[in-house]
C-alpha cells in the first residue's frame, strides 16, 4: 500500500495548486461583480483542504515516485480533479446534477469543448472564465503545470511528463533538465495564448471573450461563452484569427519552443508531420468548399469557402467551434470533418485523437509490409523524416490503433443499447474520445449533451478521459500486472 | 587532383630544395591493406621506410617482403614516433585504423618532430566537412586523404561512363584520362588515329594504346584494332563525344546493384542512390539496419553476395552494373563470376590481391579494381621530385599518368618556352594535355581548383608550353618517371 500512498501524497500537492488556480476566476467575478462571486470561497475552501489533508496525513511516506506510479498518478488526478474543479458550477447552478457538473469540467480539461449547459451568454462572466480556464490548464497538461512550477517531484517527473503528454515518441529532451522543458513548454503556450487573445480584441471581441476564447483556442478545447459559438460574432476576420491560431496550437509544440529557442523557422521544416498536418487540413478546406458549392449548400464560392474552412479547421485540430450547423450539411461533410478529427492534429500539441504522426507512422508500415512482399530479404526500416522509427515503436502504434478501435467499438455500442441512434452514438464516442466536442445529430453543433442520460454522460466522460490520456496510461492501471507486488 | 577537395597541400616549393637528390625518409603509421601497399610501392623507388603498426604478426610478414624498417607500439606515442626515427623523417603517413591516431600522430609529428609533410587518412566525413580543424595550428594535417572515398569517386565515374575502364582525372576535373576497349563497330577501330583529327568538337589525344598487354607508342598512322586497350585524354565535358568514335555506346545506367555495404558499398550508395535505382546487399544484419537508416532511396537487403537465389529473387539480369564491394576478395570474385552469368551487363568486382587482379582482369569481371592502386597515387604525389599536382597509377602500377607544374623560364627550364616535339621525352612518355590560366595575371597555385579562368589546350606537336602551365604526361613504362620529373625540375635557385 506504500506505493498508493506515496502517489496520494503528490495527488494532495497537484489539488492544492489547482485549487489555487480558483484565485483567478474569482478575482474575475471581484471585478465584474458577478452572480458566481460566492461560489468560489466555498470552493477554494474545500479543494485546499481536501488536497492539503491528503498531502499531510501521507507526509510521512514521502519517496521519490517510481516509473509505474506515474501511470497510477496521472489517472487519479485527470479523474478527481474535474470533480474539484464542477464545485463553483454546482454552487452556482443548484439545479445542475453532479454527473452533467463532472462531464462539463472533463470536458474543459480534456479540451474537449462538448457542453451540457445552455444559454451560456446568461451565465456570469467568471463561470464561463472558469470554463475556458480549465480547458487551457487542461491542454498543456497539468502535471506539466506542477513540473513547472514545484521541481520537487525529482525524477518522477519526466515519466509523468510522459504518461501525460500525447504521442507515440516521448524522449525528445528539450533541455537536459526536466523542470526546465515543462516551463518552455507553459512559457511558449502561454506567449501564444497572450498573442491570440490580443489578436481577438484587436478582431473585435470584448476583453473578457478575447481571452476566454484564447483560451479555448489554444487548448483545441472548443468553449465559448456563447451558445452559438462563433456564430455569434458572424465576422469572417474573427474566424480567420482563430483559424490561424488553432493551426499553430494544433503543431507540437515541442516544435514551437525549438523555433522560439533557435530563433529560427527551421524545427518547422524538420516537423515532417507539421506539414502534413497543414497540408491535410487546408487540402480538406478547398475540397469540402468545392463540394458545398457544388451540391448548392451556399451560393458563391467564397461563403461555401468561409464556412467549410472554419468548421473543418475547428473539427479537424479537435477544437469544435462552429459558426453554422454543419449537421445540416449534407453527409460526407460533416462525416469527412469527423474523420479527420481522428488523426489531423500532431503529437505534443494540444489537440486530440489517435495523432497524424501515428497515422504516418501506419501508412508507412503498410508500405513496408508490401515492399517486404516483393523484396523478402530486404531490411526496409520506417522512416519519418530522415529519422529512423524503432520497430518497438511501430508496434506501439499497432498497439495502440488496435486498443483505440476497440474502446470505439465498445463505447458505441453501450450507446447503442442505451438507446441512442447510430449517428449520434458513434460521432459522439469519436468526439468525445478524440476531445473534440460536437458530434452529430442529437449531439450535433446546434445542440448540446444535454439530452443525454446519466449513464451515457459517464460512458462519454471516461472516453474523454481516455482520449485525452491516449489509452494506454488509463488501462495500464487496471491490469492485474499493474498490482503485482 | 580529382578528390572532392578533401586534401590539403604542403608547401611544395619548399620541399623540392629540401629533398633535392636524397631518398626520403617516410615513417608509415599503420600497417593494413592501404599502409603495407604504400610501403611497397614507395620501397620500390628507393625510400627509408620506417612501418608502425601494434601487431606485431602484421609487421613481421610486411618486414619479411620488403626491405624496410618496423616499430611496434602505439602510434600516437611520442616515444615510439621518436623510435620510428620521426626526429629526421621528411614525411609521415599516418594511415592507421583510428582517425583520431592518425590525427595526434600528425600534431605530435609537428610538435615535437618538426616533420615537414604530414599526411592522414580520415574516414570520418564530419571530420572532413570542417577543413579547419586540420591547419597547422590546430591538427596540423597537410593531406587528408580517404581512401574509401578516392574508389567511391572512382566507381562513379565508371558507371557514369560505362563504356570506359578507367577515368582519372587531372586540374581539378578539368581534364580526364579514359581508357576504353575499342570494339568491333567503333568508327575508329579499323582507321589511322589521324581520322580523330577530322572528327569535329572532339579534340582529343590518344596517349597510349595496350594491345595484348604490351604498349604500343601511337603515332599519327597507328591504326586501332578492336579489343586495344585506348588511353586518350580530352577535356572532361568532351568525353562523352570522343567515347562515341571509339565504339558504339552502351545504354546509359539505370540500375545498379551493390553487393557489400562496407565503407566503400555504404558510400557508393548514398552517392548513387539520386541518379539511378540501388539495391545494395549486405550480408551482416546489423549493418544492413544501419545502412537502411543512413540512405534514403536504395533498397537494402540483408544476404549473401553468393547467394545466387537471391540475386535471381532480386532481378540480377536486369541490372546494368553489378559492383561487388565487400572486405573479401574471393567473395567479390566468385560473386561477379555468378552475377555475369546470370546475365548483368557490367560487372566490377574489387580486388585487394594484385595476384588475383592479373587473374580475373579482361576475363568474365569487366573491371577490377584494386583498391592500393585507386589511392596510391595521392601518395605518390607527394613523394613525387618537381611541383607534382597529382598522380595516377595505371595498369597495376606498371604505368603512370601525371600532372606536373612547368615552372621557370626558358633558360631555368627544359619545358617552358618550348615546343611540345622539341621537348626530350623519354621513350613511351606523353605530353597529353595542358591546362592554362586564361588570365595571365596570377599564377596558377599547385592546389588551386581550376575553374573557369582556367583552359585545357590537347597537346600538338607545335603546342608550346610556358610557365605555370599545369602539364598532364602519360608514362608507359614508370621506371622512366624519373626521367620525366628531371625534366620538369628548375634550378634550385629559381625558388
Redesign the interface.
Known amino acids: 500500500m506504500r506505493r498508493v500512498t506515496v502517489v496520494l501524497n503528490v495527488l494532495g500537492l497537484v489539488i492544492m495548486v489547482f485549487g489555487a488556480t480558483m484565485f483567478l476566476p474569482l478575482a474575475v467575478a471581484w471585478i465584474h461583480r458577478d452572480a458566481a462571486l460566492t461560489a468560489y470561497d466555498a470552493a477554494l475552501v474545500i479543494t485546499l483542504s481536501c488536497g492539503g489533508l491528503m498531502w499531510f496525513v501521507t507526509l510521512r511516506s514521502r519517496s521519490e515516485l517510481q516509473v509505474r506510479d506515474g501511470f497510477l498518478l496521472v489517472t487519479l488526478v485527470w479523474s478527481v480533479i474535474p470533480a474539484f474543479a464542477a464545485l463553483p458550477l454546482m454552487f452556482h447552478l443548484p439545479g445542475l446534477s453532479f454527473t452533467d457538473a463532472y462531464f462539463e469540467c472533463m470536458a474543459g480539461l480534456t479540451t474537449t469543448g462538448s457542453t451540457v449547459l445552455s444559454g451560456l451568454d446568461h451565465l456570469p462572466p467568471s463561470i464561463n472564465f472558469w470554463r475556458g480556464m480549465l480547458q487551457w490548464l487542461g491542454g498543456m497538461g497539468i502535471i506539466v503545470l506542477v513540473v513547472a512550477v514545484l521541481p520537487l517531484l525529482g525524477v518522477g517527473g519526466r515519466q509523468l511528463y510522459k504518461a501525460e503528454t500525447p504521442g507515440p515518441m516521448k524522449d525528445a529532451k528539450l533541455t537536459p533538465r526536466m523542470t526546465e522543458t515543462a516551463k518552455g513548454l507553459w512559457l511558449v503556450y502561454a506567449g501564444i495564448t497572450l498573442a491570440c487573445a490580443l489578436s481577438y480584441w484587436a478582431a473585435g471581441m470584448t476583453l473578457l471573450d478575447a481571452v476566454i476564447h484564447s483560451f479555448s483556442t489554444m487548448s483545441l478545447g472548443g468553449f465559448s461563452s456563447h451558445d452559438r459559438s462563433f456564430g455569434y460574432y458572424n465576422s469572417p476576420l474573427i474566424e480567420t484569427v482563430s483559424s490561424i491560431f488553432m493551426l499553430i496550437a494544433g503543431v507540437n509544440f515541442a516544435t514551437h519552443f525549438l523555433a522560439w529557442r533557435q530563433r529560427s523557422p527551421a524545427p518547422y521544416r524538420r516537423d515532417v508531420e507539421a506539414s502534413m498536418f497543414v497540408l491535410i487540413v487546408l487540402a480538406s478546406c478547398f475540397m469540402l468548399a468545392i463540394y458545398l458549392k457544388a451540391r448548392g449548400v451556399y451560393p458563391d464560392f467564397l461563403t461555401a469557402l468561409r464556412y467549410a474552412s472554419f468548421n473543418t479547421v475547428s473539427i479537424a485540430t479537435t477544437t469544435g467551434y462552429a459558426n453554422t450547423d454543419f449537421n445540416q450539411w449534407p453527409a460526407f461533410a460533416p462525416l469527412w470533418m469527423l474523420f479527420l478529427c481522428c488523426f489531423a492534429s500532431c503529437s505534443g500539441s494540444t489537440g486530440g485523437g489517435i495523432k497524424m504522426v501515428r497515422g504516418q507512422l501506419l501508412f508507412l508500415q503498410g508500405l513496408r509490409e508490401m ?1 517486404r512482399l516483393i ?7 520506417v ?1 519519418l523524416g ?1 529519422q ?1 522509427v524503432p520497430n518497438r515503436i511501430v508496434f506501439a502504434v499497432l498497439a495502440f490503433m488496435s486498443l483505440y478501435g476497440a474502446s470505439v467499438t465498445t463505447l458505441t455500442f453501450l450507446l447503442l443499447a442505451s438507446g441512442l441512434d447510430f449517428v449520434t452514438a458513434l460521432s459522439a464516442v469519436l468526439a468525445c474520445i478524440n476531445n473534440t466536442g460536437p458530434g452529430l445529430n442529437q449531439v450535433g453543433p446546434a445542440t448540446t449533451y444535454e439530452s443525454l442520460n446519466d449513464f451515457e454522460t459517464w460512458l462519454l466522460s471516461i472516453a474523454m478521459l481516455i482520449g485525452r490520456l491516449e489509452l494506454f496510461t488509463v488501462f495500464v492501471v487496471f491490469t492485474p500486472a499493474f498490482w503485482r507486488k | 587532383m580529382p578528390h572532392n577537395g578533401f586534401w590539403l597541400r604542403a608547401c611544395k616549393e619548399h620541399r623540392i630544395a629540401l629533398f633535392e637528390g636524397t631518398d626520403l625518409k617516410i615513417v608509415i603509421l599503420g600497417a593494413g591493406q592501404v599502409g603495407s601497399s604504400v610501403a611497397e610501392n614507395l620501397v620500390s623507388e628507393a625510400n627509408d621506410i620506417t612501418v608502425v603498426d601494434i601487431d606485431p604478426a602484421r609487421l613481421r610478414r610486411l618486414q619479411d617482403r620488403l626491405d624496410l624498417r618496423t616499430v611496434r607500439g602505439n602510434a600516437a606515442h611520442p616515444a615510439i614516433l621518436a623510435q620510428a626515427g620521426a626526429a629526421d623523417a621528411d614525411m609521415i603517413l599516418g594511415v592507421t585504423q583510428s582517425d583520431e591516431t592518425n590525427m595526434v600522430a600528425c600534431k605530435l609529428a609537428a610538435t615535437m618532430f618538426n616533420i615537414p609533410t604530414k599526411i592522414a587518412r580520415i574516414r570520418s566525413a564530419d571530420y572532413l566537412s570542417h577543413p579547419e580543424i586540420f591547419a597547422p595550428e590546430n591538427f596540423a594535417v597537410d593531406l587528408a586523404i580517404c581512401p574509401e572515398q578516392v574508389i567511391t569517386d572512382y566507381i562513379v565515374k565508371l558507371i557514369e561512363f560505362p563504356e570506359s575502364l578507367q577515368v582519372l582525372e587531372f586540374a581539378g576535373g578539368k581534364v580526364s584520362l579514359v581508357a576504353v576497349r575499342a570494339f568491333h563497330g567503333g568508327p575508329l577501330v579499323g582507321h589511322e588515329l589521324q581520322y580523330l583529327r577530322r572528327v569535329p568538337q572532339t579534340d582529343t589525344r590518344v596517349a597510349a594504346i595496350f594491345r595484348h598487354d604490351s604498349p604500343i607508342i601511337p603515332e599519327g598512322n597507328t591504326v586501332v584494332e578492336a579489343g586495344d586497350e585506348v588511353f586518350f585524354i580530352a577535356a572532361t565535358e568532351d568525353i562523352r563525344g570522343v567515347l562515341r568514335e571509339l565504339r558504339r555506346m552502351d545504354r546509359p545506367v539505370k540500375r545498379v546493384m551493390i553487393g557489400g555495404g562496407g565503407n566503400i558499398g555504404r558510400r557508393l550508395a548514398g552517392a548513387l542512390e539520386n541518379h539511378y535505382q540501388v539495391k545494395i546487399i549486405e550480408f551482416n544484419k546489423t549493418h544492413a539496419e544501419l545502412l537502411s537508416a543512413e540512405l534514403n532511396k536504395s533498397l537494402v537487403l540483408a544476404g549473401d553476395v553468393t547467394d545466387e537465389e537471391l540475386l535471381e529473387a532480386e532481378n540480377i539480369r536486369e541490372m546494368d552494373v553489378y559492383c561487388a564491394l565487400t572486405n573479401d576478395d574471393e567473395n567479390n570474385i566468385m560473386s561477379s563470376l555468378l552475377a555475369k552469368r546470370m546475365g548483368v551487363r557490367k560487372v566490377i568486382a574489387l580486388i585487394n590481391r594484385s595476384s588475383y587482379v592479373d587473374l580475373v582482369q579482361s576475363g568474365q569481371i569487366d573491371i577490377a579494381i584494386s583498391p592500393a592502386q585507386a589511392t596510391i597515387g595521392t601518395l605518390l604525389a607527394q613523394v613525387r621530385r618537381g611541383d607534382c599536382v597529382a598522380v595516377h597509377s595505371l595498369r597495376r602500377g606498371a604505368a603512370e599518368a601525371l600532372e606536373l607544374v612547368a615552372h621557370g623560364e626558358p633558360k631555368s627550364s627544359k619545358v617552358v618556352g618550348r615546343r611540345v616535339e622539341e621537348i626530350n621525352l623519354p621513350k613511351g612518355a606523353t605530353i597529353g594535355a595542358i591546362v592554362r590560366r586564361r588570365d595571365r595575371g596570377g599564377i596558377m597555385r599547385g592546389n588551386g581548383k581550376p575553374d573557369d579562368e582556367h583552359q585545357v589546350i590537347i597537346a600538338h606537336h607545335d603546342t608550346v608550353i610556358e610557365s605555370d602551365d599545369h602539364v598532364i604526361v602519360f608514362v608507359v613504362d614508370k621506371r622512366t618517371v624519373p626521367k620525366v620529373e628531371k625534366l620538369f625540375q628548375v634550378d634550385i635557385g629559381f625558388f
Not at chain 1, 523484396?375 to 526500416?381: D, K, L, S, Y
Open positions: 515492399v523484396h523478402p530479404q530486404a531490411q526496409v526500416p522512416k530522415n529512423v
